[in-house]
Nanobody
């Protein structure tokens, strides 16, 4: 099972940018679909963005389309989430997740079997 460690969270002003990184170790990263989820206080964990094992297909929740970009570097065992034009409603703990190489991106948390510890993103207005 792959181990995941997120980094890059922090405090950013609305309209700014932030880049989250997820480093993987163990397992076979190149055969994993990857995703970012987020969880705000009092809310359920929410799918944000996902990418298939090859990097060929990406999928985003409507609220971040056009602002966030997910990318996967199999050579470096890393997945990135570039966050642009951030909004206060993007404030949450962001989690990296790894799962089997399904044909399409899965948005349900239970479809992923490895999770990082999370990184806090706070967007001030």
């Amino acid at each position: 099972q792959v181990q995941l460690v997120e980094s890059g969270g922090g405090l950013v002003q609305a309209g700014g940018s932030l880049r989250l990184s997820c480093a993987a170790s163990g397992g076979t990263f190149s055969s994993k679909n990857m995703a970012w989820f987020r969880q705000a206080p009092g809310k359920e964990r929410e799918f944000v963005a996902g990418i298939t094992w090859s990097g060929r297909n990406q999928y985003y929740v409507d609220s971040v389309k056009g602002r966030f970009t997910i990318s996967k570097d199999n050579a470096k065992s890393t997945v990135l989430l570039q966050m642009n034009s951030v909004k206060p409603e993007d404030t949450a703990v962001y989690y990296c997740a790894a799962g089997p190489p399904y044909i399409s991106v899965e948005v349900i948390p239970t479809r992923y079997n490895s999770w990082g510890q999370g990184t806090q993103v706070t967007v001030s207005s």
